[in-house]
T-cell receptor, first 115, second 110 residues
Framework: ETGVTQTPRHLVMGMTNKKSLKCEQHLGHNAMYWYKQSAKKPLELMFVYNFKEQTENNSVPSRFSPECPNSSHLFLHLHTLQPEDSALYLC??????????????FGSGTRLTVV | ELKVEQNPLFLSMQEGKNYTIYCNYSTTSDRLYWYRQDPGKSLESLFVLLSNGAVKQEGRLMASLDTKARLSTLHITAAVHDLSATYFCAASPSDYKLSFGAGTTVTVRA
């Protein structure tokens, strides 16, 4: 257990479904991140939240909608996804001003399959 | 935009031999991070290199950073099966963002 918990671990959804991914950390971190990990590609940063405020959206399609109700929780709401969205979605957290020195703590990820 | 390139992308190691993974990055970054990922698991932090010339060692792994050459290396000494995993390097273009390489998948064979 890394201190960052993601649920569910696996998710299969149809293209017309709506689902949500959840990430929770109790490390006292104030920054949280969503990354997409596809086969044979570098990790892609999707969203960054600092102190619950979104500070980065890396041109992510609107079918992905993040939500950060507090510094400990991060959601990724999914709707009308495409098969190419199938990937491992990783959540990470860090101390905003200590990321430079310590990097991130990652969750175990949600393996998403869109059918 | 900071680009991070690792090579090789796949590395088949023989037990007991030494190998090196290379990580190049395209623009200035004073920090370099190495992570390990086992199949189906999270990314685990291995090393954080904080300055030019930094060298860190943990067991059979040693990482170094040359910021002038924009190059970090991860050296594996006397490979063992437990080191089979995917290794990622990441550089930091700003205070809190990390840009990752594609990963090097390591398989150690007897």
């Amino acid at each position: 257990e890394t201190g960052v918990t993601q649920t569910p671990r696996h998710l299969v959804m149809g293209m017309t479904n709506k689902k949500s991914l959840k990430c929770e950390q109790h490390l006292g971190h104030n920054a949280m991140y969503w990354y997409k990990q596809s086969a044979k590609k570098p990790l892609e940063l999707m969203f960054v939240y600092n102190f619950k405020e979104q500070t980065e959206n890396n041109s992510v399609p609107s079918r992905f909608s993040p939500e950060c109700p507090n510094s400990s929780h991060l959601f990724l709401h999914l709707h009308t996804l495409q098969p190419e969205d199938s990937a491992l979605y990783l959540c990470a957290s860090s101390h905003l001003w200590d990321s430079f020195n310590y990097g991130y703590t990652f969750g175990s990820g949600t393996r998403l399959t869109v059918v | 935009e900071l680009k991070v390139e690792q090579n090789p992308l796949f590395l088949s190691m023989q037990e007991g031999k030494n190998y090196t993974i290379y990580c190049n990055y395209s623009t200035t970054s004073d920090r370099l991070y190495w992570y390990r990922q086992d199949p189906g698991k999270s990314l685990e932090s291995l090393f954080v290199l904080l300055s030019n010339g930094a060298v860190k060692q943990e067991g059979r792994l040693m990482a170094s950073l040359d910021t002038k050459a924009r190059l970090s290396t991860l050296h594996i000494t006397a490979a063992v099966h437990d080191l089979s995993a995917t290794y990622f390097c990441a550089a930091s273009p700003s205070d809190y963002k990390l840009s990752f390489g594609a990963g090097t998948t390591v398989t150690v064979r007897a």
